[in-house]
């Protein structure tokens, strides 16, 4: 995900400083993924660095937490570079060439690769814990105001929770098809145990 170009699209909306920034950001996706302050700030420095943002004003903050730094009352804008930015942001399909790691993928793979790693164990608790999130999931998107959305927040709640559920039921989906192929391959080395002895037995013959 591009915190950088999510929070340079929050900054066209006008000046912000960096707990505002990270407050709307986590409003507009329904806290499903929750930024860590040093990581706003960061971004910040870097996108001021790159000439998207600049520094407009300091103030506005009097927040005991916020105080604690004068860097935190630093309000920012996006340039027109970051708008510029943003707009191609907004035009460009996600790449697909360059996946996330998904640990649970990477995890799947090494452990059919390990001797002594239970696999079946792994893919039975993870379809238990995922098929767990799918319920809240499809809970919450019957309740509150994901349910009838009157706001854009509430609309964009709705899709993010969308987008959660389609994932998890994929995901169910691709622990089935995994559990599939392990068992395939299991009584495919079997046929092979059993074969070899046959084989071995004939050739002997033939000799």
Request: glycine share 6%.
């Amino acid at each position: 995900m591009s915190i950088r170009q999510a929070m340079l699209a929050i900054l066209e909306q006008g000046p912000m400083y960096g707990y505002q920034l990270r407050a709307e950001f986590e409003q507009r996706t329904g806290e499903t993924w929750p930024l860590n302050i040093g990581q706003v700030y960061t971004t910040l420095t870097r996108l001021e660095r790159d000439g998207l943002v600049e520094v407009v004003g300091h103030g506005g903050a009097d927040d005991g937490e916020e105080a604690a730094s004068d860097r935190q009352h630093v309000s920012y804008r996006a340039t027109e570079a970051g708008r510029s930015e943003v707009s191609m942001w907004f035009a460009t399909p996600v790449p697909r060439s360059q996946p996330p790691r998904d640990e649970l993928a990477i995890k799947l793979a090494l452990a059919v690769t390990l001797p002594g790693v239970e696999v079946a164990g792994i893919i039975q608790r993870q379809r238990s814990a995922t098929m767990s999130s799918l319920q809240d999931y499809t809970r919450l998107k019957r309740s509150g105001r994901a349910a009838a959305p009157q706001e854009p927040a509430d609309l964009a709640w709705s899709l993010v929770l969308d987008a959660l559920v389609f994932d998890a039921e994929a995901e169910v989906r691709w622990l089935d098809h995994c559990e599939a192929r392990l068992r395939r391959a299991a009584l495919d080395r079997s046929d092979v145990r059993r074969d070899a002895p046959a084989a071995s037995t004939t050739e002997g013959i033939t000799r």
